[in-house]
């Protein structure tokens, strides 16, 4: 990379466009330029749960995820003839849902975002991962998206999910049920 990264402030952005990676320039409210950026905060978001304690494997398939987010941010900055996400991707988060899911109870009931630190954080970035998803979807419909990036983030947001619950077994609380029939007290 050398000293790409070197200038920081360049000012080329200040007239509200951007540079993508094929070197046209894009109005910063544009689409694509949203997916990008709600890929970044889901990004920041994992970085937030990797700040926690958690176990090395949970570490390091949380680090390859980042990994991949970066891909795919660069992958959506290049609109046409690049694909960095590939099936490989797919299948590997495929398998650590299936491995984490089969250490879990089978769910009931539907289950609501919270529990230990840990948990909650990882229902927070599933639910900013459906964000992308649907950001993504909205791209697609108008330009293309490889469609390995839309079953990436589908695939993720169900490892968030069985990760939330993994990380509440490993704090030693259950899963948070919703209470469906709950009493509701009456509205002074």
Not at 2 to 30: E, F, H, P
Not at 83 to 96: N, P, S, V
Not at 104 to 131: D, Q
Request: hydrophobic content about 40%; aromatic content about 4%.
């Amino acid at each position: 990379m050398g000293n790409r990264l070197s200038k920081i402030v360049t000012r080329t952005g200040d007239a509200g466009t951007t540079g993508l990676g094929d070197g046209s320039r894009i109005a910063k409210d544009s689409l694509r330029i949203d997916v990008i950026g709600e890929v970044d905060e889901l990004n920041s978001f994992i970085g937030v749960l990797l700040a926690e304690e958690l176990s090395g494997n949970i570490h390091e398939l949380l680090l390859a995820v980042q990994h991949d987010l970066f891909d795919i941010g660069g992958e959506v900055c290049i609109p046409v003839g690049y694909t960095a996400i590939k099936e490989d991707a797919i299948e590997r988060l495929e398998a650590a849902v299936e491995e984490i899911n089969e250490t879990l109870t089978p769910l009931k009931e539907f289950i609501l975002p919270g529990g230990v630190r840990p948990a909650a954080l990882a229902h927070l970035a599933r639910s900013v991962c459906r964000r992308v998803e649907r950001r993504i979807v909205r791209l697609a419909n108008a330009e293309p998206v490889s469609e390995n990036i839309r079953k990436y983030f589908n695939r993720l947001s169900d490892l968030l999910f069985v990760l939330g619950r993994a990380l509440n077994k490993a704090g030693g609380r259950g899963d948070v049920p919703w209470a469906h029939a709950r009493v509701k007290k009456p509205r002074d």
